[in-house]
């Protein structure tokens, strides 16, 4: 029998200690292991780049929860997302990216791999006809977040995947705000799923690091000789703290959901609230799709505000219990103005973000205290 999410987190690659029977798997801070003659490696393991035990372990369940073969950890998202890229793309190649995609998405293809010659065009996923259109016979990749940050726009992983399979290209799904717990891309037909493990997979803003996750061994083996080559993985300490983390993701996300749902009911009945962002809103132009695709609707909440720029900056000034902070995902809430904070590098971009615009990443606190906190910083 298929096991469950919750027992693949807390289970799968982490077998007690062979010699100890530790159960957990230790932090082996280790660069280098004895050979039992040459090339008599004992357990496969030679160099910490290669491999090493505590990495194995979360790749292992980062595979699992993902519904993949293959997991691979990184030493950020964004590292992740590099070795991706540079394993499936060369000079001259082309991808699709989100016309929405997380800024540091974009600012790795426009001022990085672009100078290496790889070109990309954003495109809004939700426009099928579009992304066909962009779609050219030197595409090796389509990339798709969903939902999106901070607008949390939804596109239909489904359909986006026989969009590039059709085109002979990969489909990658950063997974990093649904988590594999909301969402299993893989399932859909998306070749790769990557992750900043920082946010919710990590859950306590402890950590940064990044994950691949592959449907087949084949792209899993290319990428985990790039990941070796290229050299940014995840180190012993930081893969514990992770996999420490993924432990408890479904109970977690359970209430950051919870929790979301109270915090937009609250949202809708403001009257200095002019539109609420989230898709388990019937009104949501991505409803339909989240649902079909999503187990829940997660944690993350935008809204903009009457009063333009000022008063959305003001109202992220006030909140108390929401600490004011980038990144998302944790067990703390935490209230960002992307205008001026995670998104300006996007300004001017075709990625520039609403100025009257607040995001929130809803955490785990006793919700009245939350709710409290809210209203007061509303005014
Ligand atoms: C944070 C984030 C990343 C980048 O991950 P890092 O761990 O910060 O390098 C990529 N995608 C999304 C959606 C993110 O939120």
Redesign the pocket.
Known sequence: MNQGFETLAIHAGQEADPHTGAVVPPIYAVSTYKQDGVGGLRAGYEYSRSANPTRTALEEALAAVEGGVRGLAFA??????DTLLRTVCKPGDHVVIPDDA?G??YRLFSRVLQEWGVSFDPVPLGDLDAVRAAVRPDTKAIWV?TPT?PLLNVADIAALAAVAHDGGAVLVV?N??ASPYLQQPLSLGADVV?H????YVGGHSDV???ALVTRSADLGDRLAYHQNAMGAVAGPFDAWLTLRGLKTLGVRMDRHCDNAERVVDLLLSHPKVVQVLYPGLPEHPGHEIAAKQMRRFGGMVSFRVEGGEEAAVEICNRAKLFTLGE??GGVESLIEHPGRMTHASAAGSPLEVPADLVRLSVGIETVDDLLADLTEALG
């Open positions: 950020s998202g964004l590292a992740a997302e997380y540091g998405t977040e940050n950063d990093t705000f990557v900043s493990t920082t946010k940064v690091g990044g990144s998302l």
